[in-house]
């Protein structure tokens, strides 16, 4: 550690916590966030401030304006251009602090590409929004023996757990459990009763901090318990979590979401969304964009996606083929329209 990294750092460097040993861990250590959405904007922005050395940013989503309420990193200027969120992160990431290495990658974390994506790092952090997701990074952590930090937020609820293979319950442990699953308040999305930004805060800070000890070589830190907050009513639970011995994940090893197909065609996106996966498919959006608007179609395009309007809905087009249909949640509208305008 230089004299100016020592000095950017020094108050974290007082932190017994950490120490200089702990700093030096950090510079050098390698982390992935998958989804940099609510939870993920505010994890990375801590975690480059704290130094990570290198941070990996796996999200498929682009900025709306109905993100900038709860979405730390992103600006009005984002919302206006449709930057991808990942394109986004990297560049304000970047401008907070340059030492750090950051890669924001536009893309969706699938069973086809999880251990590609995942692999060498020594933290995975969740920035995801839906348990398919979850679980299959759950199945991709523990395969790749690599601890993650699962996190979630809705309303002004949120719960976060650290979990380390072989030593720690799992996810699916927490998930697959009749008895347990209604702690997380899985029902309800931020869809149908909103999140708070204050909420979010608090549970991807703890998130973070969880991350941190990880990457600055202080698991003995951990708290290892499950941590729930209401930020609203003031109530903080912390719940010691008991290991399944039959769990299908960390005990049978039975991988389903990571074994299974790279990802389904169509899959449920939310915000009244269909998302449409079209996997090895490439497309020259200048080419659609031009002939789009020979159709009378009102297009916007940058270098990364294309939207237009087919009232009542909006399209988002990527250059893999991916598509996302904003207002249905029927898969057999958003199949038609892709055919329609995009092609079968």
């Not at 899985?186 to 999140?195: H, I, K, L, M, S």
Request: charged share 25%.
């Amino acid at each position: 550690m230089n004299s100016e990294s020592y000095e950017r750092y020094s108050r974290q460097i007082l932190f017994a916590g950490i120490g200089e040993a702990g700093q030096e861990n950090l510079l050098n250590a390698r982390a992935v966030l998958v989804g940099c959405g609510a939870l993920g904007t505010v994890a990375a922005n801590l975690l480059v401030r704290a130094g990570v050395g290198s941070l990996r940013i796996i999200d498929r989503d682009f900025v709306e304006p109905s993100n900038l309420q709860r979405q730390a990193l992103f600006d009005e200027a984002d919302a206006q251009a449709s930057l991808p969120k990942a394109v986004a992160a990297e560049r304000h990431l970047r401008a907070i602090n340059s030492g750090v290495t950051v890669e924001g990658m536009l893309t969706d974390l699938t069973s086809a590409n999880a251990a590609e994506l995942l692999t060498g790092v020594r933290v995975i952090v969740d920035g995801t929004d839906n348990f398919e997701t979850r679980l299959l990074l759950n199945d991709a952590a523990i395969s790749l023996n690599i601890p993650w930090v699962y996190a979630a937020v809705v309303a002004g609820y949120g719960v976060t757990m650290t979990i380390r293979p072989g030593e720690t319950p799992c996810l699916a442990c927490l998930l697959e459990s009749d008895d347990r699953a209604p702690l997380l308040g899985t029902e309800d999305t931020c869809d149908t009763v909103g999140v708070l930004n204050a909420a979010v805060g608090v549970v991807a800070s703890i998130e973070a901090s969880e991350a941190i000890k990880i990457l600055a070589g202080k698991a003995e830190a951990l708290h290892g318990r499950l941590i729930s907050c209401d930020v609203w009513s003031g109530r903080f639970q912390s719940i010691r979590v008991a290991r399944n011995p039959d769990c299908r994940a960390c005990e049978r090893r039975d991988f389903t979401y990571l074994e299974g197909e790279a990802q389904p065609q169509i899959t449920m996106c939310g915000r009244d969304s269909v998302q449409i996966h079209e996997r090895g498919r490439s497309l020259n959006l200048d080419k659609l964009g031009r002939r789009l608007v020979e159709n009378g179609a009102e297009v916007r395009h940058n270098d990364f996606l294309l939207r237009f309007r087919v009232p009542p809905y909006e399209m988002t087009v990527f250059a893999d083929g991916r598509a996302i249909v904003k207002g249905t949640k029927d898969p057999a509208i958003a199949r038609s329209l892709y055919a329609r305008f995009i092609g079968a």
